[in-house]
């Protein structure tokens, strides 16, 4: 691809009709939202949506989330919303929520990894919201990391990846949620399946219907299996450092981790003291999904040969922490008494 200029602008009215410009000429931007930061572009322009995969190097049969900012929009992308679909939508959009509907024509083959389904989410953001209203069009937007690198939830680490690739980035600020968003599908009129988990949690969505969750939320899918999510296969978020999920807490993990130094190693915890090789992870699940791409970024920036990560609590968006820490650890997670 031919290198180009890129900009960092702050978001506000004018930087969004900027990024409405350029998009509405099939070009690609990087806009914040409440999750992480999406490398957006026409939905329904197939060209642009190329030039996401492009920019980002990502297999084409991993399709994209279609960004909507209100619900009237679902309508024209989709051939059949399900009610359970929209009591959803009621309580939790907009938020970090991506739902799955039958696609209608108005979604390329190329938004949509070659499936018959779409994916689309209403951000919360109120910088993604201006942004999709002066586009006046829906928005096809992964994550705006390189394939395979964690995802950015800073202006920064958008620029750290597509620096002469895409012109222009809006920074908003550091991400609220800091994972993505949670992706669910409907295998019945009652019940939804978890296929991500994220920011609306299992507890939150069992208040409205029954929840399942793949299995391929917290396990390595058998080789060769079809997966119902194509982004769970692949191998994610990872940084350059050998990463291990270590099951000990406290004392027993600290142990453990002075006990198995390899190389330059750094330990990420729930314990807020930080010295030596150990940095705060954070002290709850929140702060944990909130801090944890940036530390996967900065152990790369530090150098770090091995990372250990204290096991985090599945609970709440815990949940979601656990799923993307299993792929950075390639599914490592070690025993501390082993
Ligand atoms: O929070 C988020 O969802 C962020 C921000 C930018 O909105 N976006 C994001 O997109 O995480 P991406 O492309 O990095 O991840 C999309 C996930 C992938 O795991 C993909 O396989 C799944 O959603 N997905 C998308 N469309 C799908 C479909 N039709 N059926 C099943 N899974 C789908
Ligand atoms: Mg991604």
Known sequence: MTPVKTE??????????????????????GIPTETVYGLAADARNKAAVH????????????????????????????????EL?????????????????PKSDVIPQATSGGLDTVAVRMPRSPAARAIIDACGFPLAAPSANLSGSP?????????????????????????????????????????????R????????????????????????????????????????YSPKAEVFIVNAHGERFRDWCLAHEKG????????PVEHGMFRCFGTDVQAQAHRLFALLREADDEGAQTVYVEIPSKDGIGLAVYNRLLRAAAFRVVEADE
């Open 151 to 195: 995802s950015p939830t800073t202006a920064q680490h958008v620029l750290r990846d597509m620096d002469g690739r895409i012109p222009l980035i809006i920074d908003g600020g550091e991400c609220d949620c800091g994972v993505e968003s949670t992706v669910l599908c409907f295998p019945a009129a009652d019940r939804v399946r978890i296929l």
């Open 197 to 236: 988990p994220g920011g609306v949690t299992a507890e939150m969505l069992s208040e409205l219907c029954a929840v399942d969750i793949d299995p391929a939320v917290t396990s390595e899918p058998p080789k060769g299996a079809k997966v119902l999510s194509p982004g769970m296969k692949y191998k994610h």
């Open 264 to 271: 330059r190693t750094l330990a990420l915890s729930a314990d």
């Open 8 to 29: 960092v602008l702050p978001f506000s009215p004018e930087s969004a009709e900027k990024a409405a410009e350029i998009m509405a000429a099939g070009g690609v931007v």
């Open 85 to 101: 679909a929209l009591r959803i939508a009621g309580r939790f959009w907009p938020g970090p929520l991506t739902m799955i509907f």
């Open 51 to 82: 030039s996401i995969f492009e920019a980002k190097g990502r297999p084409q049969d991993n399709p994209l989330i279609v960004h909507i900012s209100a619900i009237e929009q679902l309508t024209p992308l989709v051939r059949e919303i399900p």
